[in-house]
């Protein structure tokens, strides 16, 4: 089946390609179905091939397992970033990319037909969504993944705040860094991270300018590694103050003026080149009128990246509000777990890209991550679900959240109160 799909100047192709039961996917492709299918097949391998080429692969999502297999390819129309030479500006030429969230979106209005079409195969039907998003082409790595895609769950990335630094509030955040925090230890350990997380198929990297040395390990990482089909976020507004001391009073600062931003999208430039894909206001309130500042809003629509912002405090669901009525934000990032709960509305009306931070509430829901995160991950609000853990064995107990179900058990707090804890724990 084949579906072009507009929207002003965003354009995408959508190829859905269903497999008989007791096929997979790399029979298929090899026309291993019948003489019958050759043709097909090779029509799909020059398309996944093609897409490669040109880099306008926007997503691969693959659905497999003894009942069969499902390969969605959604092919951006225009031209993609090219980032093979490792440096160098964006070339969209005339045209804008498509904006993931349109993407999504879009793709949840297809759901249907993908159901219809799977029922009518006899292959496994998708409750609520496709779900675990695969953007290298490449097939699933386990089970967890295809009972999490079938259950419609948002995807699972990685954020930096605990890597980047040997001081963090994260309860436990000491302990998970172990006795080497020297800058040569944090890098070995934000890499070795990064490599598990990518081989574990988490495709949405965050990181900030405020995270000590978060951009710089992610840049490294990425320039050595040169993965596919990788999400790249970050942020500025604050400024790394610690001197990776772990104690420092104050390690960070908040600067919401039109200079810090200047001054840091470039820095973060510096670092992260063309994979930066998204820039976030980091922790935008009232108080700092940031949403307000003309000259500071200015400056951002003129830097050409996709725009973001991240909230946080009691007043996150009015900062939403005011971010979405806006119109320059793609994206935005915000607390949302077990114990608090307020931004979940807002988030729901927004019509952005949701972020989730703080899934764990900073380490006080370690001891039940994967039922915390499954539940987050469930929300049909949210899109991506950041890990913070600093280490590959706490990352990996994260990614259980994948294969539990999402059963609430509850633990709401008043939000005064939970945003009150939180500013009392201690870096650490």
Known sequence: ????????????????????????????????????????????????????????????????????????????????PDRSAGGGEHRYGDVMPMRERILALRIGHLLKVMAVALGERGDRRPQRGVGQEVVDRGHLS???????????????GLGLASLGRPGYLNIGHGDELGADKSVAGLRARAHEVLDFAYEAGIRDFDTARSYGRGEEFLGEWLRSRVPEGVTVSSKWGYVYTADWEIAADPPEVKHHDVETFRRQLEETRENLGDWLDLYQIHSATPDSGVLENDAVL????????????????????????????????????????????????????????????????NGRLASRDAQALAVVLAQPWADVVLSGAASVDVLRSNLRALEVSPEDPGLVEDSEAYWERRSNLDWN
Request: charged letters at 20%; zero cysteines; hydrophobic letters at 50%.
């Open 1 to 80: 089946m084949y579906f072009t799909v507009s929207r002003d100047r965003d354009s995408l192709q959508l190829f859905f390609v269903l497999v008989a039961p007791g096929h997979r996917l790399e029979q298929f492709e090899r026309g291993g179905l019948g003489g019958g299918d050759q043709h097909f097949a090779t029509e799909i391998l020059e398309l996944r091939e093609e897409a490669g080429v040109h880099g306008n692969l926007v997503a691969a999502r693959i659905l497999e397992d003894d009942h069969g297999a499902a390969l969605i390819l959604v092919r951006d129309a225009f031209t993609a």
């Open 142 to 156: 386990s089970m967890a993944r295809v009972s999490a895609s079938l259950r419609g769950m948002a995807r699972l």
């Open 298 to 361: 200015s400056a951002m629509v003129a830097a050409g990246v996709p725009l973001g912002v991240s909230v946080s405090g009691t007043s996150q669901a009015e900062t939403i509000d005011l971010a979405a009525s806006l119109g320059i934000f793609t994206a935005v990032q915000a607390t949302w777990n077990l114990h608090e709960r307020a931004a979940g509305d807002a988030l729901a009306r927004s019509g952005l890209k949701v972020i989730v931070k703080e899934g764990l509430a």
